[in-house]
């Protein structure tokens, strides 16, 4: 059985720094591409960032870029997603999630494997 799970997330105040943990189980992913998306309160799940297999190509949604770092150890078979410079507007389920194929992508049915989520808060 393949599970992701999620750790590192917490309650932080603006201008906080956050490292989310996805370590993977049940299957290698060393040969596929990863991501990280969140869904807020009343809002549709969002892409945050992704990173090919070899962590040699990376995305990132203007919203986080030059703030949110996506990285991978593939001996470890796991995803990490440094998060600095927290604001309020990324409070959030933040998901770990896994493709089938090795490039990266950005929506959510480009994934095949997701995680249960972990919660990040910054108040305002």
Known sequence: QVQLVESGGGLVQAGDSLRLSCAAAGRTFSSDAMGWF???????????AAINWSGGDT????????RFTISRDNAKNTVYLQMNSLKPEDTA??????RSFAGVARKPNEFRYWGQGTQVTVPS
Do not use: I, L
């Open 38 to 48: 969140r869904q807020a309160p009343g809002k549709e799940r969002e892409f945050v």
């Open 59 to 66: 995305m990132y949604a203007d919203s986080v870029k030059g």
């Open 93 to 98: 389920v933040y998901y770990c999630a896994a």
